[in-house]
């Protein structure tokens, strides 16, 4: 179970403490933006994986990359959203931002647990 806690916590540091405001503004308009905000948050996956989630390097990198892939995608559809809604429907644009927020969780748990299925064992326990 600390496991998936130390996933949420790497989830909110990669993809809001590492990112300055700026950054995180102009990703949904600028795609070289998105990649730069997408390479922070991989990168600080790949670093910490090994460590916090009990992974061998190339368990984190995999594990890292896809779900660097999978925030792109997810980024990038919901940022077409968000900038839409930026200033113009308050409630929309908080609606997104969590909506985005729980897709990147649910996929980040689910590929952790697909990986590595004895999490949800211990978890069941």
């Keep these: 179970m600390i496991r998936i806690l130390f996933l949420v916590i790497m989830h909110a540091v990669g993809d809001f403490l590492l990112q300055g405001s700026t950054l995180s503004k102009l990703k949904a308009s600028k795609i070289a933006y998105l990649f730069a905000h997408?390479?922070?948050?991989?990168?600080?996956?790949?670093a910490l994986s090994p460590l916090l989630l009990k992974m061998t390097f190339m368990?984190?990198?995999?594990f890292s990359l896809v779900n660097g892939a999978?925030?792109?995608v997810i980024d990038f559809a919901t940022g077409k959203f968000k900038?839409?809604?930026?200033?113009?429907n308050e409630a929309a644009y908080i609606a997104t931002i969590?909506?985005?927020?729980?897709?990147?969780l649910v996929i980040l748990i689910a590929t952790y647990m697909y990986m590595f299925p004895s999490?949800?064992?211990s978890i069941l326990k």
């Design 98 to 104: 969590s909506f985005d927020h729980i897709l990147h």
């Design 59 to 62: 368990q984190g990198l995999t």
């Design 83 to 88: 900038q839409k809604f930026w200033e113009k």
């Design 70 to 72: 999978a925030h792109f």
């Design 38 to 46: 997408v390479g922070i948050y991989t990168a600080f996956f790949i």
């Design 119 to 121: 999490v949800m064992e």
